[in-house]
């Protein structure tokens, strides 16, 4: 079994829940997307795109069913992270932290040694998070900015004030991108930097594995 260690944040960020595949916007203002994030759109063909991604990862696991299964609110997991990126970006700049692609690939290598190679890597980030392969490096991008962001901030994540601090920059952040969600996949909740829909169980936790293994089922 995987160990981990945790984050817990005050606010979501890391990223799963959803529902069936959507096809189109139920807002007249900005037909075809699924959110407006600081004006810039994203479509709603991009979030399927990523869902398919990892549908079709999940087709060569030998636990193909159950990982289906297990990942019926995919497409808004998808939203979610797409989202949560956006607004994880924006309290970065404002702290004034920048992440260099090089920090991202040191914490994937450091994962895959943990987890045993890049091989089982792959199948922890498709079964935990609902990551496919091709989407890692954007998801471990979080596991860098996070930790600088808190520095920034003269933070400390393992504390209640640090893990305070850090959602306050990311709740003003989220406000100042007036996020604007289709209907049909909730609503935006500045407060709690999540949608309306977000139900997963590990909501107020941040996996990192800068240190120690993902746990198993996390």
């Known amino acids: 079994m995987h160990r981990r260690r945790r984050t817990a944040l005050a606010v979501s960020a890391a990223t799963l829940v959803a529902a069936p595949l959507l096809t ?16 810039d759109r994203i479509e709603v063909a991009t979030v399927q795109g990523q869902a398919a991604d990892v549908r079709t990862a999940q ?61 089982a890597l792959q199948t922890v980030m498709l079964e935990q998070r609902w990551v496919a392969p091709d989407q890692i490096e954007n998801d471990l991008r979080k596991e860098v900015q996070l930790p600088k962001l808190a520095q920034a901030l003269g933070a400390d994540l393992q504390t209640p004030a640090g893990q ?3 959602g306050e920059a990311l709740t003003k952040a989220s406000k100042a991108l007036h996020i604007d969600v289709n209907p049909r996949y909730g609503s935006w909740d500045d407060k709690k930097v999540q949608l309306s829909t977000f139900k997963a169980p590990w909501i107020t936790q941040v996996t990192t594995f800068q240190g120690q293994e993902p746990e198993a089922g996390a």
């Open 59 to 119: 087709q060569t696991s030998a636990q193909s069913a159950q990982l289906v299964k297990k990942s019926g609110q995919l497409t808004r997991a998808k939203l979610h992270s797409l989202i949560f990126a956006r607004v994880l970006d924006r309290a970065a700049k404002d702290a004034g932290v920048e992440v260099s692609r090089r920090e991202v690939q040191q914490v994937r290598s450091a994962a895959a040694a943990q987890s045993g190679g890049d091989k």
């Open 24 to 39: 189109a916007c139920g807002s007249d203002a900005h037909p075809g997307s699924a959110a407006v994030v600081g004006g």
């Open 164 to 166: 305070q601090a850090v």
